[in-house]
T-cell receptor, first 118, second 114 residues
Framework: AQSVTQLGSHVSVSEGALVLLRCNYS??????LFWYVQYPNQGLQLLLK??????LVKGINGFEAEFKKSETSFHLTKPSAHMSDAAEYFC????????????????FGQGTILTVHP | KAGVTQTPRYLIKTRGQQVTLSCSPI?????VSWYQQTPGQGLQFLFE???????NKGNFPGRFSGRQFSNSRSEMNVSTLELGDSALYLC?????????????FGEGSWLTVV
């Protein structure tokens, strides 16, 4: 079974500071990994994803993440935080079932709430 | 192009009642999934439909059911509502549901059971 652990349910940074949100996964097969963001009273918006190829993935709004197989990690970073980045962030792994796919299923971490102080 | 559309956005039901939520996927997407989001359990996968067939199912009781129509629109139903069913229900769509494809989410339906 696959699982995702997000270290830190709350992260607080100052505007302009580095944002680092941690995600570790467990998977017996090469994973597909995703980061989503959720603003209050809204659904989930995809920030970026890793499937194959380059391990450093760039996403929207200046975010990027690096897939490190040896560390089973997929941490999300942004060099300079903006007030508009305040939201909840979810790391997810695409399910793998019989036949190599698990249709439509993502397994999510518990989420990290990012607070940005002026 | 329009995103995933869910209706209604907010609803309040009484214990023991049933509820039906509706989802229209992104045009051209044939795979529709449903998720439940609660503060305690987080985001949990309910089920996935493709071409009117359920292909995948999460670990929820039989009170939770769904269906998909020929135009890919989907509904989910919860019967005999319990207080613990209060949650944000998210619908998501993707082209074919295969692992690695981007899954797009709607804004959700907020269900409160009283």
């Amino acid at each position: 079974a696959q699982s995702v652990t997000q270290l830190g349910s709350h992260v607080s940074v100052s505007e302009g500071a580095l944002v680092l949100l941690r995600c570790n996964y467990s998977s017996s097969v090469p994973p597909y990994l995703f980061w989503y963001v959720q603003y209050p009273n809204q659904g989930l918006q995809l920030l970026l994803k890793y499937t194959t190829g380059a391990t450093l993935v760039k996403g929207i709004n200046g975010f990027e993440a690096e897939f490190k197989k040896s560390e089973t990690s997929f941490h999300l970073t942004k060099p300079s935080a903006h007030m508009s980045d305040a939201a909840e962030y979810f790391c997810a792994v695409s399910g793998i079932g019989a036949g190599g796919t698990s249709y439509g299923k993502l397994t999510f971490g518990q989420g990290t709430i990012l607070t940005v102080h002026p | 192009k329009a995103g995933v559309t869910q209706t209604p956005r907010y609803l309040i039901k009484t214990r023991g009642q049933q509820v039906t939520l509706s989802c229209s996927p992104i045009s051209g997407h044939r795979s529709v999934s449903w998720y439940q989001q609660t503060p305690g359990q987080g985001l949990q996968f309910l089920f996935e439909y493709f071409s009117e067939t359920q292909r995948n199912k999460g670990n929820f009781p039989g009170r939770f059911s769904g269906r998909q129509f020929s135009n890919s629109r989907s509904e989910m139903n919860v019967s005999t509502l319990e207080l613990g069913d209060s949650a944000l229900y998210l619908c998501a769509s993707t082209s074919d549901g295969y692992s690695g494809n981007t899954i797009y989410f709607g804004e959700g339906s907020w269900l409160t059971v009283v």
